[in-house]
């Protein structure tokens, strides 16, 4: 009897579960769909299936390619995008070491204060952050990488504090006492450890700073356009027109990367996430 009322509720949750993966997952096959028609069958019919009346091959592509100079601001997300990240892995993963090792009223109060930055609206602090960072020259295609440094180190040092917190203090003596010094503890016998966490970490940041439009506009403006600032800008046209099928097709080239990115790494956010968390 129990065997059959748990198989009964492996099976509700099993619908419960492609029901909301196919709500996931029709926006984004729309978008590609879409991408594959004329514009002007976008509007009249975003549901309809490309046929031979609407379908215009990779047109819709190669417009929004030469149109939004697409590759120069590809090149551009993606070396913001790694840069931000390994900035975000190296530097948060050493302070939630430093925080969890160095036990004092400093580093208490420290790691308060990254919690805290997480629960603060960008919004509130986007005026003051434009005008900073124009002050220190930080508006440029490096010095973003450190203002995303700033705003992702909050979830990347409580993530990463939780793990630290389950790493064994006496491979670190042992490594000590072969001579390490502390540099060289982290990166050879830490940092190997955080590994789940540091890929998680990496997964969350990359899809954040990836698919930013804020941030970007407000430092770089429209001279170093990022992909998702490019394809705005391109596909507006005059009074109000806009380019669907150009849009469309953008937005499908802008999402595999990530995606590509995602499924290579998946096996790790779970672990990364759970360890992160539950032994905070």
Same mark, same amino acid.
């Given at each position: 009897m129990i065997t059959k009322h748990k198989n009964a509720g492996n099976r509700i949750l099993f619908a419960v579960l492609v029901v909301l993966a196919a709500i996931f997952l029709i926006p984004i096959l729309l978008v590609f769909m879409n991408s594959f028609?004329?514009?002007?069958?976008?509007?009249?019919?975003?549901?309809?299936?490309?046929?031979?009346?609407?379908?215009?091959?990779?047109?819709?592509?190669?417009?929004?390619?030469?149109?939004?100079?697409?590759?120069?601001? !590809?090149?551009?997300?993606?070396?913001?995008?790694?840069? @931000?990240? &390994?900035?975000? #892995?190296?530097?948060?993963? /050493?302070?939630?070491? !430093?925080?969890?090792?160095?036990?004092?009223?400093?580093? @208490?109060? &420290?790691?308060? #204060?990254?919690?805290?930055? /997480?629960?603060?609206? !960008?919004?509130?602090?986007?005026?003051?952050?434009?005008?900073i960072v124009n002050v220190m020259n930080f508006d440029n295609v490096l010095g973003i990488n450190f203002v995303y440094l700033g705003f992702g180190a909050g979830l990347a040092v409580f993530m990463f504090s939780g793990f630290v917190k389950a790493v064994p203090l006496e491979i670190e003596e042992a490594a000590e006492i072969d001579g390490c010094n502390p540099l060289q503890t982290f990166f050879m016998v830490v940092f190997p450890v955080l590994k789940p966490t540091a890929i998680t970490v990496a997964i969350l940041n990359a899809m954040w700073i990836w698919n930013d439009y804020l941030l970007p506009y407000l430092v770089l403006g429209t001279d170093d356009k990022t992909v998702p600032v490019a394809i705005q800008i391109a596909m507006q046209g005059a009074y109000g027109a806009t380019d669907y099928g150009g849009f469309m097709a953008m937005l499908v080239l802008a999402i595999i990367p990530i995606i590509i990115f995602y499924l290579c790494s998946q096996k790790y956010i779970i672990k990364g996430v759970v360890s992160g968390a539950v032994k905070g």
């Open positions: 028609k004329s514009r002007l069958y976008i509007s009249s019919a975003p549901f309809a299936l490309p046929n031979k009346e609407t379908m215009v091959g990779f047109e819709n592509y190669i417009n929004g390619l030469t149109s939004s100079g697409f590759f120069l601001s !590809f090149l551009r997300s993606l070396f913001i995008t790694i840069v @931000s990240v &390994l900035l975000i #892995i190296v530097c948060t993963a /050493m302070t939630s070491w !430093f925080i969890v090792r160095v036990k004092n009223k400093f580093t @208490s109060a &420290l790691y308060y #204060i990254f919690a805290f930055s /997480m629960i603060v609206p !960008f919004q509130m602090v986007m005026y003051t952050m434009t005008y």
